[in-house]
């Protein structure tokens, strides 16, 4: 309240006050002290049906929380707030308990304050939302669309649903689930159905070439590499269908050596996927999207195949791998040093060329520009969407011009596979 009093800003307290008389009396107290009774709204206690009436009377909604003792405790109020379309200025901390907070980035989505206890920074980002408060509506807006969409993937419903007919059938219900860790490792590196399978066929027709170097190798890189090479000799040797095979192989090879590979220079700053707008305002607004700087996320790797690489997506045996894959280009999107577990992604050559392109020496209105000209799109203002999607999915951070920031080193692009 001392920051308050002296912030030299037109900004109000609210107090819910519900506890002793004799705590409501000292705070009345204090707030006479510091000359702050015309700046201090106090409300006597709020039934819960009426929390989103006032939430929504708010141009922001304060849930700084932070250093709390028990560790797996989330707050529901930083998720109403959300879901009432108000801006949500919250501590990291109570951030980050939110599933896939990393697409409700700071300025863009809600507020984040790293230190509550940083009066400075607080005083700051409070007073910014004050002086300018036009952009809260958008950030709001997009923090609600977030939490709607959040709410549709909660699985509380189904686990209680499935607890209830266990209960009511008189079944043992399962705690862990059958592919145990255990059963994992003993089949190799997750990341290899498709070269397992290739394995198999191979030792199936073993008198097409010597194939001693696959039979029984742990599934990892390095096996899938001797497994590709042996193919390749079976073709060689005359071994009609192992084209798809392969291709298959090929595919994961890609997409693990990437993965495999360091995420970037240790020394380099860690891009922090709730910091990913770097601004001189507080907020994003709608029309400052086409002005800001895309720059890929440096551990995204474009892969670009000479084949139709969804063809191969799904496939658990022989019968569901194509005869031969179409040809034409494709993309995947695979992530550097295996962080936050991140799957790979099947993109369109749009997005791959957006991804390109976005090095921070081009505007979103350029980058559309550009692939106008290339005649990959046709609306560009349908576009900027599009690349807000790709913000919102980690895959870009968008700076301003104004905003003085070192440019990444980016991951290379593959050439044709």
């Known amino acids: 309240m001392e920051r308050l009093k002296h912030s030299g800003l037109d900004i109000g307290l609210l107090a819910l006050a519900h506890g002793p008389p004799e705590i409501e009396n000292d705070f009345r107290e204090q707030v006479r002290k510091l000359d702050l009774a015309d700046r201090v709204l106090q409300i006597p206690f709020l039934p819960h049906w009426r929390v989103p009436e006032f939430l929504r009377s708010c141009l922001a909604v304060c849930c700084l929380e932070q250093n709390f003792p ?3 405790h989330t707050p529901i109020i ?17 951030i980050r308990k939110l599933p896939n907070y990393a697409r409700l980035p700071h300025g863009y989505g809600c507020v984040a304050i790293e230190d509550v206890n940083n009066v ?6 409070l007073g910014a939302i004050v002086r300018n408060p036009a952009p809260a509506a958008a950030v709001g807006a997009r923090g609600c669309a977030f939490a709607r969409e959040m709410q549709k993937e909660m699985p509380f419903p189904h686990a209680l649903e499935r607890i209830l007919e266990t209960v009511i059938s008189g ?4 705690l862990t689930p059958p592919d145990s860790a255990e059963a994992t490792e003993a089949h190799g590196d997750h990341r290899f159905p498709l070269t397992r399978l290739a394995m198999t066929a191979l030792a199936e027709t073993g008198k097409n070439g010597d194939q001693s170097e696959v039979r029984g190798a742990m599934v990892d890189l390095s096996g899938a590499r001797a497994v590709l090479s042996a193919i390749e000799r079976s073709m060689l040797a005359g071994r009609p ?15 693990a050596s990437v993965e495999s590979e360091a995420a970037g220079d240790v020394n380099e700053e860690s891009p922090d996927p709730l910091f990913g707008l770097r601004s001189t305002q507080w907020a994003l607004a709608d029309e400052d999207l086409a002005g800001l700087l895309p720059v890929r996320d440096r551990r995204a790797h474009i892969l670009e195949f000479d084949y139709d690489v969804a063809e191969f997506r799904g496939a658990h045996t022989m019968a569901d791998l194509p005869a031969a894959p ?5 993309y995947i999107v695979a992530f550097a040093g295996g962080v936050d577990g991140r799957e790979p992604l099947l993109v369109d ?3 791959a060329r957006i991804l390109q392109l976005s090095d921070g020496t081009r505007t979103v209105a350029e980058i559309l520009e550009q692939l106008s000209r290339e005649r990959l799109i046709t609306k560009k203002k349908d576009e ?6 790709l913000f919102a999915a980690g895959l870009v951070r968008l700076i301003s011009k104004e905003a003085s920031v070192p440019l990444p080193k980016f991951a290379h692009s593959c050439g044709n596979l």
């Open 70 to 72: 028990i560790t797996f």
């Open 326 to 330: 179409a040809r034409g280009p494709s």
């Open 384 to 389: 900027v969407t599009w690349i807000e999607g």
């Open 241 to 255: 269908g192992l084209a798809s095979l392969a291709s298959a192989v090929s595919l994961e090879i890609a997409i």
């Open 171 to 174: 079944q043992r219900m399962l």
């Open 120 to 125: 400075e920074i607080l005083s700051e980002r």
């Open 78 to 94: 930083p998720l109403e707030v959300l879901l009432c379309g108000r801006c949500l200025v919250g501590s990291t901390e109570v």
């Open 349 to 351: 050559r749009k997005t």
